[in-house]
C-alpha cells in the first residue's frame, strides 16, 4: 500500500469518525445502556454503536484489510498478522458513561507489524487528530489541517508528562527522575498522545498494561509528529503480538528524544 492510498484513506475515514463523535455525543445526552463485559470493563451501546460505524467504513475502504476490535471477537485468534487495522470505537469508556469529556474514537492502520496511519477523535473536546506519514500529522481545527510537531512549545525549562494515575509506581517514577519532571497531569484515554504530539505535553510512561488497539493510533500520530515511541529498554513498539498484549511504553517529544 502506497503513502498517497493511506493518504486518502484517512481522508476518507475523517468525516466518518466526526459524524461517529456526533452520535456518541448524542446517545449520551439519551441516557446510555451499560454493562460489564467478561473481563470486567463497562461498555455502554455508545461504545457498540461508534465501533459499527467505523468498522463498516474502514471494512468499505479496505475490504482484504483485517479488523482488530476491542468490542468484537473477530481475528484476535489470528496469528502472525502483518497488516491489519486496531480499533477502539470509545477509549475511556469509564469518562464517557460518567460525562467526562476526556474520551477518544480511535482507529491504527499497521502495515507490516508498524503503525502506517491513526485517527484519534475526541467528541466532547472537539478534537480531531490524524496522520498517515512521517512528517504528515495533523490536529483539524475550524475545518483547518493544522500540521503537528512534536517540539514543546509553552514553558520550555518545565518537563510535563502526563500519567493514567495519580499514584506513581516506582519504575515509573525513576524514569521521570531521568527526565526531570516537574509537573504530572492526569490522563487516561490516548487523547495523551495527541497532547504530546501537539507539543503541549513532554512524555508519558507505562508498564505493560492495556492492549494494542489503546495505543495503535495514538502511537502513528505521535510518531508521524516527530515524537518517540518505545518499551523501557528504547525496543522499537511491534504490533501483532500474542493476545495483543502492550510491553512497557514510553511516549516522548521531539524536545526530549
Known amino acids: 500500500m502506497t503513502k498517497i492510498e493511506i493518504n486518502k ?10 459524524n461517529a463523535g456526533k ?4 446517545l449520551r445526552k439519551k441516557g446510555l445502556t451499560k454493562s460489564i463485559k467478561s473481563d470486567n470493563t463497562p461498555v455502554s451501546n455508545g461504545d457498540l454503536e461508534v465501533n459499527e460505524i467505523i468498522t463498516k467504513k474502514i471494512t468499505e475502504l479496505t475490504p482484504t484489510i483485517p479488523i482488530i476490535s476491542e468490542e468484537t471477537s473477530d481475528n484476535k485468534s489470528e496469528e502472525d498478522l502483518k497488516d ?21 474514537i480511535n482507529a491504527g ?11 484519534i477523535y475526541a467528541p466532547a473536546k472537539n478534537r480531531m487528530f490524524y496522520s498517515y506519514g512521517e512528517n504528515q500529522a495533523f490536529e483539524l481545527i475550524n475545518g483547518k489541517e493544522i500540521k503537528l510537531d512534536s517540539t514543546k512549545k509553552f514553558n520550555k525549562d518545565e518537563i510535563k508528562f502526563v500519567s493514567y494515575s495519580n499514584n506513581i509506581k516506582p519504575e515509573i517514577n525513576k524514569i521521570h527522575k531521568k527526565f526531570n519532571v516537574k509537573k504530572i497531569v492526569r490522563m487516561k484515554s490516548s487523547l495523551k498522545f495527541c497532547v504530546i504530539a501537539a507539543g ?5 510512561v507505562a508498564e505493560p498494561r492495556a492492549y ?15 515524537g518517540g515511541v518505545t518499551d523501557f529498554d528504547g525496543n522499537e513498539i511491534l504490533y501483532g503480538k500474542k493476545n495483543f498484549i502492550n510491553p ?3 511516549l516522548k517529544s521531539k524536545s526530549i528524544l
Do not use: C, Q, R
Open 9 to 18: 484513506i484517512v481522508e476518507s475515514l475523517i468525516k466518518t469518525f466526526l
Open 23 to 26: 452520535i456518541s455525543l448524542e
Open 84 to 104: 491489519f487495522w486496531l480499533i477502539d470505537p470509545i477509549d475511556g469508556t469509564y469518562d464517557y458513561i460518567n460525562n467526562l469529556d476526556e474520551f477518544t
Open 109 to 119: 492502520l499497521i502495515i507490516n507489524k508498524k503503525p502506517a496511519a491513526g485517527l
Open 200 to 204: 503541549e505535553y513532554d512524555g508519558y
Open 212 to 226: 494494542e488497539w489503546d495505543i495503535a493510533a495514538g502511537h502513528a500520530i505521535l510518531k508521524h509528529a516527530g
Open 248 to 250: 512497557s511504553l514510553i
